[in-house]
């Protein structure tokens, strides 16, 4: 197989990953889309390099996190994302509970949306999640937490905002742990 062919089948493979863990950086599918080709075009001029040296995941992973935070380290744009989720058939169950996660997330800054995203998106580890952004680990350890703290405050005024469950959606829990 040539070397083309085994980019061409990689990209096929990994675009729809890294659309959906550049919508979840970015909170916009659009610019998700041009990230993700971003991302595979700069993975195509290093193929051979990164081939041989069998990293071509994480290359791609780095080079989608490197082409979201770039602009994001030089100015602050004027963009305000809004709450409405794309144009598309999902079939989530809680449609709700996903949109107040993105809204959720569009507080955090850039760095801290990108740890969490690739250690609770993408399961990494906080070690490869250091390696992608070029950072110690300790530094991804204190994003997390203050990503997940602020994650918490946001949700929590979500749910308090959208009040209690109903009888109905608390289902078994108000039986006691007694099996009633």
Same mark, same amino acid.
């Given at each position: +197989?040539? %070397?083309?062919e085994?980019?061409?089948?990689?990209?096929?493979? +990994?675009?729809?990953?890294?659309?959906?863990?550049?919508?979840?950086?970015?909170?916009?599918?659009?610019?998700?889309?041009?990230?993700?080709?971003?991302?595979?075009?700069?993975?195509?001029?290093?193929?051979?390099?990164?081939?041989?040296?069998?990293?071509?995941?994480?290359?791609?992973?780095?080079?989608l996190?490197? @082409?979201?935070?770039?602009?994001?380290?030089?100015?602050?744009?004027?963009?305000?994302?809004?709450?409405?989720?794309?144009?598309?058939?999902a079939?989530?169950?809680?449609?709700?509970?996903? +949109?107040?996660?993105?809204?959720?997330?569009?507080?955090?800054?850039?760095?801290?949306?990108?740890?969490?995203?690739?250690?609770?998106?993408?399961?990494? %580890?906080?070690?490869?999640? @250091?390696?992608?952004?070029?950072?110690?680990?300790?530094?991804?350890?204190?994003? %997390? @937490?203050?990503?997940?703290?602020?994650?918490?405050?946001?949700l929590?005024?979500?749910?308090?905002?959208?009040?209690?469950?109903?009888?109905?959606?608390?289902?078994?829990?108000?039986?006691?742990?007694?099996g009633?």
């Amino acid at each position: +197989m040539s %070397s083309a062919e085994e980019f061409v089948e990689f990209a096929t493979v +990994m675009s729809p990953r890294l659309r959906r863990t550049a919508f979840l950086l970015c909170g916009d599918w659009h610019t998700a889309e041009d990230l993700a080709q971003t991302a595979l075009a700069k993975v195509f001029v290093a193929w051979r390099e990164i081939r041989r040296h069998d990293a071509v995941h994480a290359y791609a992973n780095r080079t989608l996190v490197n @082409a979201y935070l770039t602009p994001r380290r030089l100015k602050r744009t004027g963009e305000l994302l809004t709450g409405w989720f794309p144009d598309r058939a999902a079939p989530a169950p809680a449609l709700e509970t996903r +949109m107040v996660v993105l809204d959720a997330l569009a507080t955090l800054p850039p760095r801290a949306r990108a740890v969490v995203v690739l250690r609770y998106w993408a399961d990494l %580890s906080v070690e490869q999640v @250091a390696d992608v952004l070029g950072c110690s680990t300790g530094n991804v350890k204190a994003l %997390s @937490a203050r990503a997940l703290h602020r994650l918490h405050a946001v949700l929590g005024e979500a749910l308090a905002e959208s009040g209690p469950p109903s009888a109905g959606e608390r289902g078994t829990q108000d039986r006691g742990s007694c099996g009633g």
